[in-house]
């Protein structure tokens, strides 16, 4: 698996790279892994503040659908519209291209509470 040293993970699989006051935000390379061929990726709260832990979209695979969390409170301010054409780029690239919303951070103090990249590998290991 794919874990990227430069970015902070959350329990429910969701990634966050920082980019100053804002923050990407996907789900990892487990997680497109565990959940087979995505067709289809719903982002339906563009513009709304979302507290951590809130659903903030869902992710479709071939045979379930699983919703996104938010790892950190703010707001979300794009949605990667490529997805709509080509959600499978969440299974092949799920860090770079496959990012899901942009969001603005209104507690950047919150990323100290996800993991770092080998905490994230270990609880993996033990799924």
Do not use: C
């Amino acid at each position: 698996m794919n874990t990227p040293d430069n970015l902070k993970y959350s329990k429910e699989h969701e990634w966050v790279r920082v980019d100053g006051d804002h923050a990407y935000v996907g789900i990892t390379d487990f997680a497109q892994d565990q959940l087979g061929d995505i067709v289809y990726v719903e982002i339906e709260t563009e513009g709304q503040e979302l507290a951590k832990d809130e659903v903030f979209g869902t992710v479709e695979a071939v045979k379930t659908v699983s919703d996104l969390f938010m790892p950190i409170s703010g707001t979300v301010e794009e949605f990667n519209s490529d997805l709509e054409a080509n959600p499978e780029v969440v299974n092949s690239d799920p860090y770079k291209e496959g990012w899901m919303v942009k969001i603005k951070m209104s507690d950047p103090a919150e990323l100290d509470d996800l993991m770092d990249a080998a905490a994230y590998v270990a609880m993996t290991a033990e799924a």
